[in-house]
C-alpha cells in the first residue's frame, strides 16, 4: 500500500454516544483503485495521544459542515475570555473550527510572559492541528507549542529542547537573525523541504522562502498590523514546487546566542480552501446581488444573517429590518417547536418547498423556496432562494377551474392543432355530436360539415381567424346520426411566442331548439299564417332587394296590386272559414300562375301583391295578368256545397317608369288597382299620373267625409214605393246624399265606399237609421199616416248592427248576406223581427243561385232588380222572370217591390203580374224631406200619372 492523502467524513455516532471520525488513509500503489482502512478515533483519545497538556488548555472541536462538535473541554460556566484563538482548516475534504484557550491557571503562571503568551496560545493552536495530521498519518509528538510555551526552561535545557526539536513530527527551523542563516533543522523539515539536515544547515532562510526580501518585509509589517503573530510565505522545495507555509517564529537562547525559531505549517490546502470559500462566499454575494430570487440567509436559530433587495422588495421590509429577525416572524410554518425540526431538515440535504409569507403589510403571499445548508461568515447557515409564486398558483388554480369547466361544461369544447387536426374534445363534444374522443382525434372538424354553408362562408371564417385570432358565429352541422344541428360556435388562435399558431380552441352550444323558435318567430313575422305567403313586411323587404338589383342590372320590375272583389260579401255571408279557405285556394291560384323567380304575398285581408323582376316586355307582365284574373273568377268549392264567386281588380306598376322606391310603387299599383274597380271590376289597369291625382282626391273626400256629419252636409232624400193596386204611398227608401258645400251634390256611388273603406260607415247608418225612424214618427203625427220607410244595410254594417224597437223600418239587405247560413245572421235576423221590424232582400235575382235561404229566414219582400225591369216591355226572358219571381215570392207568403220603374207599360206589366210595390222615376225620383211632405200632404186621390 501506498500512503496516500488522508480523507475524512463526516462524524459518527457510535453505540453509547461516542463520536468517531471515519478516515481515509491508503491507495494501491499498482493499479491506482482505493482501498479503504476505516480507522474510527475516539476524538478525545486522539487529543490524549498528542501528549497535549490540556491541563493547561481549552480545547473545543467542530465539524463546520454537520454542526456536530467533536470535542469541548470549555467549562460551561466558564465564558471564553482573554487568549481565545480560532482556526478553520480544511482536512480530509472537510472544514472544521478548532478554538483554544489557557487556562486560568496557565495565565496566571505566565503573567509575565503575557507578551508572548497569545503567540504561545497560537502556537498552541497550530501544534494541535499539526498534531492531528500527525496523528492521522500514524505519527505523534509534542507540538511546538510546549517549545513556545516554554521558552524560559528550553533555555535552561538545552536537552530538554534538544530531544523535542529532533522528535517533532512539525517541520522546524533555527535561523540567525542576522545573517539568515539556517543554523539548524529538524528531521521533519529535512523529509519536508526535500533537503538533507546538513544541506539545509548550509543554506539562507532566503533560498527557502519564494518572496524577494521586500515582499518578506512587507507581509511582516502585515502580520504587525494585523496583530499576528505567524506570518505566510511561499517556501520553495527542493523538488521546485512552491508550497504555502505558515512559519511561527519566536526568539530564542542556544548556548548563549539568541535564534528565531520557526515553525513550519504546510497551509497550501488550507490556503487553497479558504481561498475557495473567499470565492464561494463572493460567488454567494454576487449570486444574492444579481439574483432574481429573494435570497436571505438565516443561522441554526432561524435569525436573519443576510438578504438581498429582491427579499427586500417581496416582504416589503427594508434590509435594516429585516437584518437580526427571525423567520416565524413571517413563516407560520418556521415557528414554535416546528422550527427547529425545519431548520435541521433542511440542514442535511438541499430541498425545494412552498410555504406561505405575511408582507410587511399583512398582504399574504405563496413562494417556492430553494434551500440549502452553507458556511456563511465562519458558521454553518441555511441559503434560501425564495421565488413568489402567487401569481403562478393562482394560474395553476385557474388551469385546474379551466380543466374542470372542460370536463364538466354542458358546452362541447374542442381544440385542434395548427394543421387543424382535433387533438382533445371534451364529453359534451360526445354528448353534442355523438362521436368519441377516441373516434374525433386526429380528424378535421370537417367530420360536422353540413353541406348548408358556401365555400364563401368558411372563407370567410378563416379570413377572420388569420385576421383578428377569433371568429364567432352560427353555425349548421351534422352529428353522427346523419342528423343536423345548429350551435353557435366560437374559435380562438392560440398563438406560440414567435406568433406562429399552436392551437384553435372552439366552443360551441347547441342552439338547435333556439334556432327552431327563431325560425317560428321570424315566419311568423314575415309570412302570412293562412296562405303561407309572404306578408307585407317580407314583401318590402323582397322589393327593396329587386329595386336595389334592378338598379345595378338596368332591368325594370313591375308590380301586381290584387284586390279580390265581392269577397267581403262571401266572407260576410258564407262566415270567415269557408273566407279562410277561399282565401288559400285563392293564393294556390295566383301561385300557379307565375314563374320561379316571381312573388305573391298577402298584404292583408283580400289583397295580394305580385313582383315580377326582370318583367320585361308588357305583353308578359299582361299574359300574367289576365291569367289570374281568369283562374279568380272561376267559382270556389267552399266545402259543404256552398260555392264562392269573386272576380279580381288588378293594378299594374312599373319600376322604374312610375316610381323608384317600394313604398311609392305600391301606392301606385293600389291607385291603379282601385281604377281597375272604379271601372267595373274583373280587369286590370296600368298606373298612369292622373291616378295619383285621383287617389289623393279620394284621400281628401275620405278626409271631409269624416267631419260630414258634425257640420250638417249629410242629408237624406226619400223615394216614394208606390202600391200598384191603388197607387197609393204607403212606403218610401231612403237614400243618403252629401251636400259638400265646394263640390256639391256628391252621389253615394262616390262616398259610400270611402266610407266603408274608413269604417265610417257605422257612424252614419246608426243616423240614416235614427232620423228615418223620427221622420216616419214625424209623419205620423202631422198626416195621420203610416209610412214605413226602407233602409239599406251592407253586410259591413249588418256586422255591428244594432235593431231599434220601430215598426216603420224595413231594413234591406243584399242576398249575399244570407248565403253564408251563419248563427249570427240568424239570430240578428230574428231580432229585428222581435223588435217589428221588416226585411227586404235587394237587387234580388243578380246574386247567388241558391234559393235555400227564402225559406229559412224571416224574409218580408223581394225587391227585383232594376236589370229585369228596364227591358221589361221588349225582353220575353225579363217578362217570364219577372212574372216567375212574384209568383215564387207571393207563394212563400212573400211581397215584391219592382225597383227602376219607369214608364208605363212596365208598370202596366207589374200590375198584370200581380207585383204589390214599385218604386222608379215614374213615379217620382228620390226628394228632400220637405219635397215628400208636399207628396205627402196631398190628397188620397194623389196620382202619379198626373
Known sequence: LKTDRVLSGPPIRLHGNETALPMLLARHAQDGKIIVALVLTDTKALLERLSLPLEDFHVDLVDLESGVKLFDSFPESLPKGEGLKSAKIFFGGRSYLIESAPTKNFLDLHRKWYGWGLGTVGTFTASLLCGLLLLSSG????????????????????????????????????????????????????????HSRNRLKG?????????AEEEVEREMRTAATEGRDHFYFPHRLASGEIRDVEVHSGPIRIR??????????????????????????????????????????????????????????????????????????????????????????????????????????????????SAKAVVFDGRLALWNAARDITARKISEDELRLAASVYQNSNEGMMVTDA???????????????????????????????????????????????????????????????????????????????????????????????????????????????????????????????????????????????????????VNDTLGHAKGDVLLQEASRRIGQCLRQTDTVARLGGD??????????????????????????????????????????????????????????????????MYAAKTDGKNRFSYFTPSMQKEARNRLDLTNELRGALERGELEIHYQPIVELSTGEIHKAEALLRWRHPERGMIPPATFIPLAEESGIIHEIGRWVLEQSAAASKRWRERYGLRIQISVNRSPVQF??????????????????????KSEKVKKALHALHESGMEISIDDFGTGFSSLSYLKQFEIDYLKIDRSFIQDLEEDESDQALTEAIILMAHKLNLKTIAEGVEKPGQHDLLLHYGCDLAQGFLYSPAVAEKEFESILRMDSAWNWRR
Not at 269 to 274: P, T, V
Not at 642 to 655: E, F, N, P
Request: proline fraction near 3%; charged fraction near 30%.
Open 256 to 369: 548563549g546566542k539568541t535564534l528565531l525559531y520557526s515553525i513550519i505549517h504546510d497551509v497550501t490546502e488550507r490556503l487553497q480552501d479558504e481561498a475557495r470559500l473567499k470565492r464561494e462566499k463572493e460567488n454567494l454575494e454576487l449570486l444574492m446581488q444579481t439574483s432574481g430570487d429573494g435570497i436571505h440567509v438565516f443561522d441554526m436559530q432561524g435569525n436573519i444573517l443576510a438578504v438581498n433587495d429582491k427579499f427586500c422588495e417581496m416582504l416589503g421590509y427594508s434590509k435594516e429590518e429585516l437584518l437580526g429577525m427571525n423567520v416565524s416572524q413571517w413563516d407560520a410554518n418556521f415557528s414554535g417547536e416546528e422550527l427547529g425540526r425545519k431548520i435541521e431538515e433542511n440542514f442535511r440535504i438541499p430541498n425545494l418547498f412552498e410555504t406561505c409569507h405575511r408582507r410587511k403589510d399583512g398582504k399574504l403571499i405563496q413562494v417556492e423556496i
Open 139 to 194: 505519527y505523534h509528538s509534542r507540538l511546538a507549542r510546549e517549545v513556545s510555551d516554554r521558552t524560559a526552561d528550553l533555555a535552561e535545557s538545552e536537552q530538554r529542547y534538544r530531544s523535542l526539536f529532533d522528535g517533532s513530527m512539525v517541520p522546524m527551523l533555527l535561523i540567525d537573525p542576522e545573517s539568515g542563516k539556517l543554523e539548524d533543522a529538524n528531521a521533519a523539515a529535512s523529509r519536508y523541504y526535500g
Open 419 to 569: 394543421e387543424n387536426r382535433i387533438v382533445s374534445v371534451n364529453p359534451a363534444f360526445t354528448s353534442l355530436t355523438g362521436y368519441e374522443a377516441e373516434e374525433a382525434i386526429g380528424r378535421t372538424p370537417a367530420m360536422l360539415r353540413s353541406g348548408k354553408h358556401s365555400k364563401e362562408f368558411y372563407k370567410e371564417m378563416w379570413e377572420s381567424l388569420n385576421r383578428t385570432g377569433r371568429w364567432h358565429g352560427e353555425i349548421w352541422n351534422r352529428n353522427k346520426s346523419g342528423e343536423l344541428y345548429a350551435e353557435y360556435l366560437s374559435i380562438n388562435v392560440i398563438h406560440h411566442e414567435d406568433g406562429t399558431v399552436h392551437r384553435y380552441v372552439s366552443l360551441f352550444s347547441d342552439i338547435t331548439d333556439q334556432k327552431r323558435k327563431e325560425d317560428l318567430i321570424w315566419k311568423q313575422a314575415n309570412f302570412d299564417s293562412l296562405t303561407g305567403l309572404p306578408n307585407r313586411r317580407l314583401f318590402h323587404e323582397r322589393l327593396s332587394q329587386e329595386i336595389a338589383k334592378a338598379e345595378r342590372s338596368g332591368h325594370s320590375i313591375a308590380l301586381l296590386f290584387i284586390d279580390l272583389d265581392r269577397f267581403k260579401e
Open 607 to 672: 289583397e295580394f301583391t305580385v313582383l315580377l323582376p326582370e318583367s320585361g316586355e308588357s305583353l308578359g307582365i299582361q299574359r300574367i295578368a289576365d291569367k289570374i284574373i281568369r283562374e279568380l273568377s272561376r267559382p270556389f268549392d267552399l266545402e259543404d256545397g256552398d260555392v264562392g264567386y269573386i272576380s279580381a281588380s288588378v293594378g299594374i306598376t312599373l319600376y322604374p317608369q312610375d316610381a323608384a322606391d317600394p313604398a311609392t310603387l305600391l301606392s301606385h299599383a293600389d291607385q291603379a
Open 799 to 820: 256586422e255591428l248592427f244594432e235593431p231599434c224597437a220601430c215598426e216603420d223600418i224595413t231594413i234591406e239587405i243584399t242576398e249575399g248576406l244570407l248565403l253564408g
Open 203 to 211: 543554506m539562507r532562510i532566503t533560498d527557502l522562502n519564494f518572496l
